[in-house]
């Protein structure tokens, strides 16, 4: 029993000091007052919801708070939360908790004025805590730890404690300056600075936005000009084209074509003519009616005699030493009757059809879907002309197309064959600046549908 009453005594020790260091004196509740002020001014002057719900707990939190809890729980400002834990690391020192009242609240002035040195170049510390908040915080800090001043005799005041220590009977709603007036303005010089930023973006994007309509009105207006000018480029020289093709065209001529006197009339090259009788006829009479006489006229044919081979004659032999030849019969010719021929001969000439021809015209590039419009087929070969046109009588809505320009127009249809060339035309090697011919390999093949060339086939060529 005895040897159990040091561990209870120690026991008992222990948790006092525990509970006594649990407690917070006077000191500490000065230093956390100090954080709570100082957080609350730089809060007020942040934006977001984390910062409002922050203010609020600091406002609804009584003297004695920890203010480094509060943040951490809220989240958001970490940052705000280390410095003020650097701030309040003062009243965890167990010689600060045992100073008197007027040596700590020197020592918070020092720790207070060494914080602002070190962060008042940032703006969220140098701002808020200017000059006259500053003071304000370290009137209620007087309030709380009085100075080391002689006390001056005064007459007893009523309410006043015996001890004489006004600072402990201040008004409990005197700390309210900072936590009111502080927090009214900075959150009126937030709004205001996000007034003005707010106007200097719109400044800002309504200028983007008018040099973007700008520009776009000026790029329409030069396309538009351009556009205008080509346009009329275009037409002046598909009508200089036009004129230079009426120039070349032959002019017509009125002599109709005369047939060609071997496809009126061919012989027969199967019927012999031989000489017949010729029979005289009066002066005056029409030579072709003595000939179509002479035509009807029968004729005989002589006989034909067929002509067989003469067998040499046999010689035989007779009695011993006498040789007599003897003649074997040879073979009668017999006689071929003539072939029957007609008795009359027409003389109505024989008209051979001519061939068909094919249609040549001259197309222009296509569109860039291989169309060729028929309102701008030509006859013949012009400047504009770039693919040559082939068409049967047969088939007169089928054509072969190829590629056939001017010499001299060669080079500006490779200088944009992208628009002229390759719509229609497929190419067997890659295109260089050192090419300036173009050499057919395959005919193309188009159909006419609804007054439109359509491309079909593509032609193959070869850039040389």
């Not at 001014?41 to 609020?56: H, M, P, R, S, Y």
Request: charged fraction near 25%; aromatic fraction near 6%.
């Amino acid at each position: 029993m005895l040897k159990q009453i040091p561990i209870i005594l120690l026991t008992t020790t222990t948790l006092a000091t525990l509970s006594l260091a649990q407690t917070p004196n006077m000191n500490q509740a000065a230093v956390d007052t100090l954080t709570k002020d100082v957080a609350t001014v730089v809060l007020a002057n942040q934006q977001g919801t984390k910062a409002a719900e922050i203010l609020d707990q600091l406002s609804a939190c009584a003297g004695g708070c920890d203010v480094v809890t509060i943040i951490k729980n809220v989240g958001g400002w970490d940052a705000v939360g280390v410095k003020m834990e650097e701030l309040g690391r003062l009243k965890n020192t167990a010689r600060f908790q045992a100073l008197l009242p007027g040596d700590a609240n020197v020592a918070i002035r020092r720790e207070f004025v060494r914080f602002y040195e070190k962060y008042r170049r940032d703006k969220n510390y140098g701002v808020p805590l200017r000059p006259d908040v500053q003071a304000q915080i370290l009137a209620k800090i007087d309030r709380m730890l009085p100075p080391a001043v002689a006390p001056q005799p005064a007459p007893a005041v009523a309410g006043q404690p015996a001890d004489g220590q006004p600072g402990q009977t201040a008004a409990p709603n005197e700390d309210t300056n900072i936590d009111s007036d502080a927090i009214r303005i900075s959150r009126l010089e937030r709004e205001a600075k996000e007034e003005r930023q707010s106007r200097i973006w719109m400044l800002i994007l309504s200028a983007l936005l008018g040099l973007l309509v700008g520009a776009g009105a000026v790029y329409f207006l030069a396309y538009r000009a351009l556009k205008n000018k080509l346009d009329r480029l275009t037409d002046d020289n598909a009508r200089l084209s036009r004129d230079l093709d009426v120039a070349r065209r032959p002019k017509p001529t009125n002599e109709s074509r005369q047939p060609q006197p071997e496809n009126r009339r061919r012989p027969d090259p199967y019927t012999p003519q031989r000489p017949g009788p010729v029979r005289d006829h009066p002066v005056g009479d029409h030579p072709v009616e003595a000939t179509s006489d002479r035509a009807t006229e029968p004729v005989d044919p002589e006989p034909l005699v067929a002509e067989t081979p003469v067998t040499p004659p046999v010689m035989r032999t007779g009695t011993p030493g006498q040789n007599e030849p003897v003649a074997e019969p040879t073979a009668v010719p017999e006689t071929v009757p003539p072939p029957i021929q007609s008795q009359t001969r027409s003389t109505t000439p024989v008209l051979i059809p001519s061939p068909v021809r094919s249609d040549v015209f001259y197309f222009p590039p296509p569109d860039l879907n291989g169309q060729f419009d028929n309102a701008q087929r030509a006859s013949m070969l012009s400047p504009e002309s770039a693919y040559r046109f082939s068409t049967s009588a047969g088939t007169p809505d089928v054509a072969t197309f190829r590629f056939e320009a001017e010499p001299g127009r060669v080079a500006r249809f490779l200088t944009y064959r992208n628009y002229m060339i390759e719509p229609a035309c497929d190419s067997e090697n890659s295109y260089s600046s050192t090419n300036t011919r173009i050499i057919n390999k395959r005919d193309g093949e188009a159909v006419l549908e609804n007054g439109v060339w359509r491309m079909k086939t593509k032609a193959l060529i070869r850039y040389e």
